[in-house]
């Protein structure tokens, strides 16, 4: 199989938002690959603090109106879409109106207290990514994951949508970021049973941990790559993730990136 297809899904990615070093990372990277002549996609989520007009979003109505559901309630997807400046890359922002539209944060509130429903937005995001791409009709070759809100992202591509002919042949790959919390998420596992996924399949969330949700993603994912050193603290109940190759945001960035894109497919 011959890369032809990247998909970046990220929490962020500069100039819409910049937090953390994700941004730079996602700046950097799709540009690099679309030189290269590769397709490229990016899916971010549309948190309120991204500024429709000032950034030019605009929604796509045929990607919108999907219905994600969670926990007996039912979330409406839309979808924008902006170009990053100077550059003909095109950035897909998943939106819900109560879950991040409405919100001027992005994990914790103005007084600086992680969402209750951060779990919540995580399934809705993943989610809303999968059904985007069912909408674009698009598959992709290398699917690269950037920020804990992708972690559920590999789980849910090869579990809850593996019968989808757009799903079958993606090789995925998780990011791991110093972007870890204490918090627990008591009522992540009882959400994700209900959408369709074996108590089996996700067993590491039992605990609802948040470390055991970054593990998850490095379980059901292809490769694994650390974005920058680990902090020994927050990541000292993962060894294997301190173990992960080393791909830091420098000059030989994108290049790395691409040797590890063609090794993973056997070229």
């Keep these: 199989m011959s890369l032809q297809r990247i998909l970046y899904v990220a929490s962020e990615v500069a100039p819409f938002l910049e937090t953390s070093l994700i941004a730079s990372c996602l700046r950097k990277l799709p540009e690099a690959m679309q030189h290269k002549q590769l397709d490229v996609r990016i899916i971010v ?22 219905i994600v559901s969670i926990d007996a309630a039912a979330y409406a997807i839309t979808v924008k879409v902006s170009t990053i400046p100077n550059v003909r ?11 991040f539209g409405c919100r001027k944060a992005v994990f914790q509130d103005a007084s600086n207290y992680f969402f209750a429903d ?13 059904e985007t791409l ?7 070759d290398v699917v690269h994951c ?3 809100i992708t972690s559920l992202l590999p789980l849910f591509w090869k579990k809850l949508y593996q019968q989808h002919a757009l799903f079958t042949k993606a090789k995925l790959i998780t990011t791991l970021y110093n972007t870890t919390y ?14 369709g996924i074996s108590v089996e399949d996700m067993a590491l969330l ?14 059901y994912s292809d490769l694994v790559l650390r974005g920058e050193m680990l902090n020994e603290a927050e990541f000292k109940k993962l ?4 173990a992960c190759l080393l791909v830091p945001n420098d000059e030989q960035y994108s290049a790395r990136c691409l040797a590890l894109y063609h090794e993973l497919l056997g070229e």
């Design 182 to 195: 204490s918090n627990h998420f008591p009522l992540l596992a009882n959400r994700i049973e209900k959408i």
């Design 118 to 130: 951060n779990d919540l937005r995580m399934i809705f995001f993943c989610m809303g990514v999968m």
């Design 239 to 242: 060894p294997k993730a301190q």
């Design 146 to 148: 950037h920020g804990w």
């Design 89 to 99: 890359l095109q950035v897909y922002f998943v939106d819900n109106e109560v879950l």
């Design 206 to 219: 039992a605990t609802g941990n948040f470390c055991n949700i970054i593990e998850l993603a490095m379980q």
């Design 45 to 66: 989520p549309k948190f309120g603090v991204i500024h429709d007009r000032l950034n030019r979003l605009h929604e796509v109505l045929r990607l919108s109106g999907n």
């Design 134 to 140: 069912k909408k674009l009709e698009w598959e992709a």
